[in-house]
């Protein structure tokens, strides 16, 4: 059993604190926070311990921190735990540049550790069930892809929504990772991108408590559209956007060479899938022979833990946030230099998970 220490006690942070109190391989055992009142009611409330970051960081039990900072954070928190001697697994985006993300890969092969990185919703029933029905032929060769995700943002209902606006925030750095984690998983690298991207509004006004009323300068695109291209020739037309109020389109859809394929929200563990060859008169609600299907939010962690046991890849290996960070950075630049951007970074792609699967212990 793996001690595991989580650093940064906010929203998200009771999600991995529940699912991981009883997980089989790994256990959080410490808490810290940059404000220690946040640390000490958390400690409080699931019976753990609560330090400061220094000495979480310095506590020889901690095999594992779980870095669940804001994304601007991200970097200095993992480099800090990283020199601590604990492997990382962290939030998304792994970092707000390829720079920092890339080194942070070179930090941890050099210190002989692991970082991995969330979104781990593609490891649930409803990614892996697309996956296998792509893997297995029943799309034929995958020719297209789309991914949208519209909405107003998150100062309707998110209790500290400043983050959002700023760099490593907007619609792309924060849901891109859960589109573009999923499109690797369904397809592979991407080879090249080309973007534009605006911003509607030069302010929002929370709307959500205790901050109502405040108003938070936009520093970040809001809207991006982009298209990808993946390194095995699929094209994919993607939307990320904080712009839009309402919209009938489709989460992600892959479009092969005999059949369409609609894949559930990357959002989330779970379903429907749904597949229509080329002679079906309708869709096909497929069944989905993996789990988890809810909330299992700290799965990516257990397989981190498992996958340095074994000496296996994570399935939500670092390398994977980086590629998904070098995308997101290339779509912004594509805008700003109005070009295609190249994509360097070719991580392998993760062991799908047992058919099985694997559910969390509740
Ligand atoms: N809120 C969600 O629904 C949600 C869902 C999925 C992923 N995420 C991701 O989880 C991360 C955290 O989001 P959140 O909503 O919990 O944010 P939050 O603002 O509610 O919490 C972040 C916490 O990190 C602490 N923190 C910030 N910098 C720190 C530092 N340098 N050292 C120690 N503590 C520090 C803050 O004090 C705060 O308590 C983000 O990367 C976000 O994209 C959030």
């Not at 942070?13 to 009611?41: G, P």
């Not at 892809?145 to 619609?171: K, R, V």
């Not at 929200?265 to 060859?277: K, L, M």
Request: aromatic share 6%; hydrophobic share 40%; proline share 6%.
């Amino acid at each position: 059993m793996k001690s595991l220490g989580i650093i940064g006690c906010g929203n998200i942070s009771d999600i991995y604190l529940k699912n991981l109190h009883h997980a089989e391989n790994c256990q959080v055992v410490m808490v810290a926070d940059q404000i220690d009142e946040r640390a000490r009611a958390k400690a409080e409330q699931y019976g753990i311990q609560s330090k400061s970051v220094e000495d979480l960081l310095a506590d020889q039990d901690v095999f594992a921190v779980i870095n669940l900072t804001i994304p601007e954070a991200h970097h200095s928190v993992a480099a800090k735990a990283l020199l601590a001697g604990k492997h990382v697994y962290g939030e998304k985006p792994l970092a707000l540049s390829s720079r920092s993300a890339r080194e942070l890969i070179e930090l941890s092969q050099k210190m002989g550790l692991r970082i991995a990185s969330a979104p781990d919703t593609v490891l649930g029933a409803g990614i892996q069930t697309a996956r296998k029905l792509i893997d297995d032929g029943w799309i034929g060769r995958p020719v297209a892809a789309t991914a949208f995700m519209t909405g107003h943002g998150h100062e309707g209902w998110h209790p500290d929504p400043t983050f959002y606006y700023q760099a490593g925030g907007g619609p792309l750095f924060d849901m891109g990772p859960y589109y573009l984690s999923a499109l690797f998983q369904l397809l592979g690298p991407v080879a090249r991108v080309t973007g534009i991207a605006s911003q509607a509004f030069a302010e929002r006004i929370v709307l959500s408590q205790p901050r109502r009323g405040e108003h938070i300068v936009v520093n970040t695109p809001t809207h991006v559209a982009g298209s990808l291209e993946f390194a095995a020739g699929a094209v994919a037309s993607l939307v990320m956007s904080f712009d839009v109020w309402h919209a009938n389109l489709p989460r992600i859809e892959v479009y092969g060479s005999e059949g369409s394929l609609s894949v559930p929200d990357p959002n989330t563990f779970g379903g429907p899938v749904r597949i229509r060859r080329f002679d079906a008169a309708e869709w096909t609600e497929m069944a989905m022979p993996f789990s988890p299907s809810d909330n299992a939010r700290g799965l990516g962690v257990i397989d981190l833990v498992d996958a340095i046991a074994q000496g296996t890849m994570a399935r939500t290996d670092g390398t994977i946030g980086l590629h998904v960070v070098e995308i997101m950075e290339a779509l912004l630049e594509s805008s700003r230099q109005g070009k295609h951007q190249d994509i360097l970074s070719r991580p392998t792609r993760p062991p799908a998970m047992e058919l099985s699967g694997r559910d969390l212990p509740r």
